[in-house]
């Protein structure tokens, strides 16, 4: 009897069982966040913005400028254009992980829609794309700043907008996977350590990827914000990217393959 019952166990791996109703969960996290609109967007923008003052104005005076693919380029620039990429990293990690978990396992608000006829898979998606959509919010009150201070007026910005939805995306899958394994909220400690740390140094970010060892350069090539980095970067350049399809592929082969893992641990932990 148990052996039939294993059996008919559907496998964890299975394919997503999508559907629409990811939207009504999506619509509920957006109704209670308008309370939090405000303050959310202040501490999600004060820190990045502080980075970008600090390092742009401050040690952008002593660098200058700095070469990328043959052309000068203001160090303000270049850090804005990496900045807003790990801006968006960290937006939508901090909301699929703190907030998403406090929805699952605090306040238990997962187990109370999956009373309803939506699925486990429709909730995650909800999740994902939400995270997403927070991600992206940040970056575009960021981006407006950067506009105002005339950091950039590159046309292109308008193709770098929909290219941080999906790197906003991208880290939210990821993240979603380690929400899966945590037990508490000091689990996500090693995620931001071990994980988004490396990546924020190692990217490109603060400084050209040219001046790692060999060693360390061909690592930080498949990093996930280096490849978002390398994407967005060019169009503050008013320019376009090099590579965009090796780097465009490596963040939706990152996303496909996150969610699918996160999806499969996340039916684990519930099936516990």
Not at 60 to 69: D, H, P, R, S, Y
Not at 161 to 184: D, E
Not at 196 to 212: I, N
Request: hydrophobic letters at 55%; a positive charge.
């Amino acid at each position: 009897m148990k052996t039939g019952e294993r059996a008919q166990t559907p496998s964890l791996w299975r394919a997503p069982d999508l559907s629409f109703n990811w939207w009504p969960v999506f619509l509920r996290n957006l109704l209670v966040w308008r309370k939090l609109a405000i303050p959310s967007l202040v501490g999600n923008i004060a820190e990045p913005l502080m980075w970008l003052v600090a390092f742009g104005y401050g040690m952008g005076a002593l660098v200058g400028k700095l070469t990328v693919n043959g052309e000068p380029v203001p160090y303000i620039l270049f850090l804005a254009s990496g900045s807003i990429c790990m801006s968006a990293m960290n937006a939508a990690s901090f909301e699929a992980l703190y907030s998403a978990f406090s929805r699952m396992h605090v306040q238990k608000t997962w187990e109370g829609i999956m009373n309803t006829p939506v699925s486990l898979d429709s909730v995650l998606l909800a999740e994902l794309l939400w995270a997403a959509f927070k991600a992206l919010f940040t970056v575009t009150a960021i981006l407006l700043v950067m506009l105002a201070l005339s950091i950039s007026h590159s046309p292109k910005l308008l193709v770098a907008w929909p290219v941080l939805l999906c790197v906003g995306v991208m880290f939210s899958a990821i993240a979603l996977i380690f929400n899966a394994l945590a037990k508490g909220y000091d689990f996500f400690t090693y995620y931001f350590t071990l994980v988004l740390t490396p990546q924020m140094f190692l990217s490109g970010v603060f400084f050209p990827r040219e001046q790692l060892p060999p060693l360390v350069r061909a690592i930080s090539d498949w990093l996930p914000l280096t490849n978002a980095v390398e994407l967005v970067r060019p169009l503050f350049m008013d320019e376009w990217p090099q590579q965009a399809l090796r780097h465009g592929g490596t963040l939706l082969a990152t996303t496909v393959l996150a969610f699918w893992v996160a999806l499969a641990l996340t039916r684990r932990r519930f099936r516990a």
